[in-house]
């Protein structure tokens, strides 16, 4: 499936030569037949002798009429230039010829028409050497030169064969699995609704998909598909297609819009890299206001230069382009710009950053450095440059919006994680640079706070995320790789570096054997925390440590008892609930010589333990019943 688009000054031939090769005639407004020019896109087709359908779409010629020529020559495969005989190269082969350059397009043929109107050779060789001339610093330097009459149908013959030629030699157009139908025609027909017509490319379209329109967001519905007046299920990139739509009213479509079959994100700004046409008389300056053609769309924007105030006639730059609306652009699609007064094209360019934020001066060399990388539309740099300006970004949805298949990015991000030069966790992708330097913080975060307390365990995972500059599953995963490569180690909730053993220093030690002699003091009569700061003063941190480290428990209400006695009064409280079966406050307190203000918080103790249970005013052990 290809698609051609007819190129050339007005009334050089180019629909009567449609005409005499399809036996369709592409103007179909009255208004055009009225007045016997092309004044919007038409559109025909043909069989190419190995049975592929060819496209073709019909451009109109007058100067007035560009912003409908653009439009036409977007999604093209290959052109076919048209030049009268008697004419010889005018202003709008010359425009159209530099479009088809700007958009890339490098295949073609060029139709020498009107040939029955000359009789001296001489003068149809000088033409085409003028041709062969003003052709060579284009991508169409190759095109053959064919002489056609669509009058007396000479050469016709010779033409169909130069097609064959080039359906055998095009490459076929890419299928990266994401469909776009930019619409240059919206119209609506009785019975079935609202139709919209484009050439199909990167991706094929089926009859029953869902889509949306872009960059509006509306959702639709494929009722059916027509290729070439035929019904077909399914269209592929390439193709001239009439997508016939349900959910979608027609007011709510206009050319320029883009059916896809994901929801494309928009954005006013986008960088890019402008060429300039050679012939332009005057350097296009920073912060003009300009006409701008996306595929079909045509909008107003402003062009922002990158660390320069102008660029002269045949120069690249990078830029940026401020849109008074939305598009749904990708990195690597061309686009076209002109000026208003005088109207001319002045150049084009390649798309790169589709998503860019608003450029201020003192990110001029990073962004000139970004663009920079992008240029080349390798898909190493693209995904390297895309990781880095998010510093992490999700896989879903990741480079969506570029000339590569889901499966090419996805391919080339697994080799880059192989070659460490990317991070993958189950969401995110991130650069290494950026994991090393958030895995060196949170290294170094511990090393100071163990340094600064020795005596404390590490820090809490939330604190350290806190420190990070990362989303909460990349981190969790972070502290998961460095615990299993035994780095660090966690706790409960607390992260340290496994070489920490928290440790007392000589006077802590003191402390320890001071607390300890308090508890001894009145074995009856346990501190609480905050009595043995009275008592000692200093002592909080030891006594954290002391809690950490398993030397003592704390109670409710703040009731510290050291952990080997507790252990003996659990022994001795089970004991006695396997004898008696109950346990009575009054019995505990005999036991243990201890008040009410100490069994109560320590039978709760026992409670949240799962060792007893309360039953009416006495405890038993847990996951008994208590016997009548
Ligand atoms: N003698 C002769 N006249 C031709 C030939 N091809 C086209 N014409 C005439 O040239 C005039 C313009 O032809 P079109 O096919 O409308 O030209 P066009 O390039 O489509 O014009 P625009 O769409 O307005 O740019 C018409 O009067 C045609 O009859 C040809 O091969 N020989
Ligand atoms: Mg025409």
Request: charged letters at 25%; proline letters at 4%; aromatic letters at 4%.
């Amino acid at each position: 499936m290809l698609t051609i688009g007819t190129a050339g000054h007005i009334d050089h031939g180019k629909s009567s030569l449609v005409k005499a090769l399809t036996s369709i005639d592409p103007d179909r407004l009255p208004e055009e037949k009225e007045r016997g020019m092309t004044i919007d896109l038409g559109f025909a087709w043909l069989k190419a002798s190995s049975g592929e359908m060819v496209g073709i779409v019909d451009v109109p010629g007058h100067e007035h009429f560009i912003r409908n020529v653009i439009p036409g020559l977007g999604g093209i495969d290959a052109a076919l230039l048209v030049i009268a005989a008697d004419d010889g190269w005018m202003p709008q082969t010359e425009e159209h010829v530099q479009i088809l350059d700007l958009l890339g397009v490098k295949d073609g043929i060029v139709a020498l028409t009107k040939i029955d109107l000359i009789d001296d050779p001489d003068w149809l060789e000088l033409v085409e050497k003028e041709i062969a001339e003003k052709l060579a610093a284009t991508g169409l330097k190759n095109a053959p030169i064919i002489r056609v009459s669509s009058k007396n149908g000479s050469g016709i013959p010779q033409l169909k064969e130069a097609i064959d030629r080039l359906v055998q030699e095009l490459v076929p157009r890419q299928d990266i699995g994401q469909p776009r139908l930019p619409v240059d025609r919206v119209f609506t027909m009785k019975g079935s609704g609202v139709v919209v017509t484009g050439t199909l490319v990167n991706g094929s379209l089926s009859a029953g998909d869902d889509v949306f329109i872009s960059p509006g967001g509306q959702t639709a519905h494929i009722r059916s598909i027509e290729s070439y007046k035929q019904q077909v299920n399914r269209a592929q990139p390439g193709s001239r297609v009439a997508l016939n739509l349900t959910g979608v009213k027609k007011s709510g479509l206009e050319r320029g819009d883009i059916v896809m079959s994901i929801e494309a994100r928009t954005s006013r700004m986008i960088n890019v890299e402008l060429r300039l046409i050679p012939q332009l008389a005057n350097p296009l300056k920073t912060n003009s206001e300009l006409v701008f053609y996306l595929e079909t769309r045509e909008l107003l924007g402003r062009i922002i230069l990158f660390g320069r105030n102008d660029v002269p006639a045949a120069a690249t730059a990078l830029a940026q382009i401020r849109f008074n609306r939305d598009v749904a652009a990708y990195i690597g699609e061309h686009f076209i710009m002109r000026r208003q007064s005088p109207a001319i094209t002045i150049g084009g360019g390649t798309i790169l950053d589709p998503q860019a934020a608003k450029f201020r001066i003192r990110d001029t060399d990073k962004t000139i450095a970004f663009l920079e990388r992008r240029k080349s539309l390798e898909l190493e740099e693209l995904v390297l440059t895309e990781v880095e300006k998010n510093r992490y970004i999700e896989r879903k949805g990741f480079l969506e919006n570029c000339c590569y298949s889901a499966k090419e990015v996805t391919d080339h991000i697994r080799l880059l994680q192989d070659q460490n030069r990317l991070v993958m966790t189950d969401i995110y992708i991130i650069g290494s640079n950026h994991w090393q330097r958030q895995q060196d913080k949170l290294l170094d975060s511990l090393h100071r706070d163990h340094a600064a307390n020795p005596l404390k365990k590490g820090l809490s995972r939330s604190m350290l995320q806190s420190q990070l500059d990362l989303p909460k599953e990349a981190f969790s995963q972070m502290i998961a790789s460095l615990v299993k490569s035994g780095k660090i180690a966690r706790q409960e909730d607390s992260v340290y570096l496994s070489s920490h053993k928290p440790a007392l220093s000589s006077g802590q030690d003191e402390m320890v054997s001071a607390i300890r002699r308090l508890f001894k003091k009145d074995v009856s009569n346990p501190p609480k925390t905050r009595e043995v700061a009275e008592e000692i003063p200093g002592s909080e941190k030891v006594v954290r440590f002391m809690l950490q480290q398993n030397m003592l428990i704390e109670l409710p209400d703040n009731i510290l008892l050291e952990k080997k006695r507790y252990e003996s009064i659990k022994r001795e409280i089970i004991d006695f609930l396997e004898k008696k079966g109950e346990i009575s406050i009054q019995d505990i307190n005999s036991l243990f010589g201890f008040s009410r203000k100490y069994t109560i918080p320590l039978l709760q103790y026992l409670d949240i333990k799962g060792i007893t249970r309360r039953e009416g005013n006495v405890r038993i052990l847990a996951g008994k019943q208590k016997q009548v």
